[in-house]
């Protein structure tokens, strides 16, 4: 078994083969859990199809806040350069899906929001705050 593992990383296989290799592995997920941590350290976690578009996403954690019109940006840090997740595409772009930005099987994604004079950040809704649980860590 360890000699065959050693074998294949020494065989030189296109970055082609690769992606389509590893496209297939995610096709087999039917849903994606996806947090999002806030500036206040809650965490709030959800469960989405891959194939759902991103806007979703921020359709989700706008119906969670208890300012649902602050405009926030949500931040997939696993990047070396931190990069924000599109909530509705470019004109003339197809949506982009939770699998095209490599949020399959799960992601922790951070929150930022964008506070104006008139809006900030308060929180997540106190009914959501109501029936939160604390992350164990064992």
Known sequence: MRKKKIGE???LIPKYYKEKQAKAARRRYRRTIIRIQFPDGVVLQGVFAPWEPTSALYEFVSSALKEPCLEF???????VKRRVIPSFPAT????????EEDLVPSALIKFKPIETDYVVFTGLSNELLEISEPLVTD
């Open 92 to 99: 003339g772009e197809n949506a982009r899906t939770l699998e």
């Open 9 to 11: 990383s020494q065989i």
């Open 73 to 79: 940006e949500l931040l997939n840090p696993v990047l």
